[in-house]
T-cell receptor, first 111, second 114 residues
Framework: AQSVSQHNHHVILSEAASLELGCNYSYGGTVNLFWYVQYPGQHLQLLLK??????LVKGIKGFEAEFIKSKFSFNLRKPSVQWSDTAEYFCAVKGAGKSTFGDGTTLTVKP | KAGVTQTPRYLIKTRGQQVTLSCSPISGHRSVSWYQQTPGQGLQFLFEYFSETQRNKGNFPGRFSGRQFSNSRSEMNVSTLELGDSALYLCASSLNDRTYNEQFFGPGTRLTVL
């Protein structure tokens, strides 16, 4: 069985602060990893994904994530957050056709 | 391209009733997945359909069922509704069943069971 653990339920930052959201997964086979974001009142949408190659992947809006296979981690980062990054962030793993999402991290950015 | 659409957007039912939710994927997408989202349980995978066949299933009771039509549209049915079925039901489509494909989510159907 696969599982995803997101370390923080709620993160509060000031604008221009750096962000790192932790994500660890458990799965024995080849996985594909995703970060999705849900802005207030909007649909879930893809931020970035990893399936092979360079373990450092870049997504939209300046976000990036690093896949560290030895640590089963896929942490999301952004060097300088903006008020518009206020949203809920979900890490997801897809293996053997099934998708498993973490519980989500609510990010609040104070102007 | 139009996004994933779900109907209805809101639904109120009483315990014991059944409900059918509908999802139209992005044009050309052949894989449709359903999720239940609740504050306590987060996003939980219900099932995935590809080319009218259920390919994967989550850990939900048999009261939850679905199907996919030849045009890739999908329906989800919940029979004998319970209070705990109150949730946001999300549909997501992807191009095919390749695991590296991202999913595109619809706005969801908010189901309230009284």
């Amino acid at each position: 069985a696969q599982s995803v653990s997101q370390h923080n339920h709620h993160v509060i930052l000031s604008e221009a602060a750096s962000l790192e959201l932790g994500c660890n997964y458990s799965y024995g086979g080849t996985v594909n990893l995703f970060w999705y974001v849900q802005y207030p009142g909007q649909h879930l949408q893809l931020l970035l994904k990893y399936f092979s190659g360079d373990p450092l992947v870049k997504g939209i809006k300046g976000f990036e994530a690093e896949f560290i296979k030895s640590k089963f981690s896929f942490n999301l980062r952004k060097p300088s957050v903006q008020w518009s990054d206020t949203a809920e962030y979900f890490c997801a793993v897809k293996g053997a056709g099934k998708s498993t999402f973490g519980d989500g991290t609510t990010l609040t950015v104070k102007p | 391209k139009a996004g994933v659409t779900q109907t209805p957007r809101y639904l109120i039912k009483t315990r014991g009733q059944q409900v059918t939710l509908s999802c139209s994927p992005i044009s050309g997408h052949r894989s449709v997945s359903w999720y239940q989202q609740t504050p306590g349980q987060g996003l939980q995978f219900l099932f995935e359909y590809f080319s009218e066949t259920q390919r994967n299933k989550g850990n939900f009771p048999g009261r939850f069922s679905g199907r996919q039509f030849s045009n890739s549209r999908s329906e989800m049915n919940v029979s004998t509704l319970e209070l705990g079925d109150s949730a946001l039901y999300l549909c997501a489509s992807s191009l095919n069943d390749r695991t590296y494909n991202e999913q595109f989510f619809g706005p969801g159907t908010r189901l309230t069971v009284l």
